[in-house]
């Protein structure tokens, strides 16, 4: 593609032509370890590295073009400025991939909590309907059942762009995603209009020197989904509602519990059965619908409720929304595992504590006899929650095995230290188990009948990362091995 045609609809200034503004290009690139000879190079600034002082490297690896936000001392190429070069790298990959996103319906998600669990609501109602579906979020992403891996929540523009792009070649008429602050933050879907926005919650998270620098901005970012979507369906029960809509440019339709909501919740009931549990739901306003979801708790009502209002702007019927999410199951959301145990191991990622006291008094509704808690914090992340989070397990959990999580390069007695200031507030019980298959083994030990073991943290990822190196550990495959460890060594106890 030439170089002007890449620059279509951008405002910039060529600051030297080099070869040639028509200059062919083979392709886009803003990583000089993805950098292909014949590429336009876009100097993009980091938070640990800003690349426009890699652009005389670059072209000597192949760059033919370079586009910058101010100059660098490169002559042989052509060089051209403009105002924000990540806005430039999205605009400029969706010219190269032929602007895919325009032949997709697009529905993005945005919010502290609920995020993957409402893509893949949407995504089984679609499938249900006979709709073929792509998916982007934070457990990777989907073209149809293709699993693609991804490194963020909302990846860098360039591969958002050619996920539609592959998407659109496979088939796919909707694409759900995942769209995080911190990818609106960096404009990584610049120029992509979604039909619907979807905003669940907000809570104080990813505040930190890395991430953002208050909560103010944080629920800034948020807020600049909904300049660039058609419809916004918005939680109403938030109390942050008034900031999101602030300087919103889209029709807006409410959702909750709150009388005031467009759409309100009427009734809600528990669903308990061996192997499962559900919620059943009532609605009525703008969308009256009754709704049985195989997932416990309040905020699954909130996940599926959202899910339900956006799809019936699509045409979906009762009956497909009905059947897909009655036999729903996430990877790492409120996960119940199957073993033929008296008691309830489910694994759930939340990490902090609004998310641990969501999860908690979404389970209590199911009358377990006692909560055992086994949880790590991430290393190498905001400090903040761990105290909160230690203060929440101690106050609500009858008993919590604090253990490791992927410490990465953070010492991880410092981490246990920072949650125990929470756990020590309370009277809350709790033992130190580094380990974190030997807690988990320990909680199903002394587990008994209708207890729930609540793994927390680790969700749908499966490895320890400890000082940079990646450890297997699927808890699904840990549970299931201690399940039947844990039944032989009984049975050699009999025995003897």
């Given at each position: 593609m030439k170089f002007t045609e890449l620059l279509a609809g951008l405002d910039y200034q060529v600051l030297r032509a080099g070869a040639g503004m028509d200059i062919e290009l083979t392709d886009v690139a803003y990583d000089t370890r993805k950098l292909t000879a014949g590429c336009v190079f876009v100097c993009i600034r980091g938070a640990k590295l800003d690349s426009h002082s890699l652009a005389a490297k670059a072209v000597e690896m192949g760059a033919a073009a370079l586009v910058v936000e101010e100059d660098v001392p490169v002559d042989n190429v052509p060089v051209v400025q403009v105002p924000d070069t990540r806005i430039a790298l999205s605009l400029m990959s969706a010219n190269l991939f032929g602007h895919p996103a325009e032949k997709l319906k697009k529905i993005g998600i945005t919010g502290t909590k609920g995020k993957t669990t409402t893509t893949y609501l949407l995504k089984a109602i679609l499938e249900e309907a006979g709709h073929k579906v792509g998916l982007i979020g934070s457990i990777g992403a989907l073209i149809g059942s293709k699993p693609v891996p991804t490194i963020n929540t909302t990846p860098e523009s360039y591969e958002v762009q050619k996920l539609f792009h592959d998407m659109v070649e496979a088939g796919c008429e909707f694409v759900v995603m995942e769209v995080s602050s911190q990818g609106l933050m960096l404009n990584r879907t610049a120029g992509?209009?979604?039909?619907?926005?979807?905003?669940?919650?907000?809570?104080?998270?990813?505040i930190s020197p890395w991430e953002h620098s208050s909560m103010e901005h944080?629920?800034?970012?948020k807020s600049l989904l909904f300049r660039q979507c058609k419809l916004g369906i918005m939680n109403a029960d938030d109390e942050h509602l008034d900031e999101i809509l602030k300087d919103h440019t889209c029709e807006v339709e409410t959702f909750g519990f709150s009388r005031n909501a467009d759409t309100m919740v009427n009734t809600m009931e528990t669903i308990k059965a061996p192997g499962y549990m559900g919620v059943h739901f009532t609605t009525s306003g703008r969308h009256p619908v009754s709704v049985t979801v195989g997932a416990p708790g309040k905020f699954?009502?909130?996940?599926?409720?959202?899910?339900?209002?956006?799809?019936?702007?699509?045409?979906?019927?009762s009956d497909v929304f009905n059947a897909a999410l009655r036999r729903v199951a996430i990877r790492g959301r409120v996960e119940t595992i199957d073993i033929p145990?008296?008691?309830?191991?489910?694994?759930?990622?939340?990490?902090?504590g609004i998310g641990i006291a969501s999860l908690v008094a979404g389970l209590q509704q199911y009358q377990p006899n006692r909560i055992i808690a086994v949880f790590g914090s991430d290393g190498n992340r905001t400090k903040v929650r761990r105290a909160a989070a230690g203060e929440i397990l101690g106050n609500e959990a009858d008993l919590t095995i604090l253990t490791s999580n992927s410490p990465r390069f953070e010492p991880l007695e410092e981490i246990n230290a920072d949650i125990q200031v929470g756990l020590d507030r309370t009277n809350g019980k709790y033992v130190i188990i580094p380990d974190r298959r030997s807690a988990i083994k320990h909680a199903m030990a002394v587990a008994e009948k209708g207890d729930m073991i609540l793994l927390i943290g680790k969700g749908h990822w499966d490895y320890e990362d400890i000082m940079g190196v990646k450890y297997p550990f699927d808890e699904r495959i840990v549970v299931k091995e201690l399940f039947e460890e844990l039944r032989r060594e009984r049975g050699a106890a009999v025995t003897d």
């Open positions: 992509v209009t979604f039909d619907v926005g979807i905003f669940l919650n907000i809570s104080i998270d990813h944080y629920t800034h970012c699954t009502v909130y996940d599926s409720l959202a899910a339900i209002c956006a799809v019936k702007h699509f045409g979906i019927s145990a008296p008691y309830s191991v489910i694994i759930d990622f939340a990490h902090d």
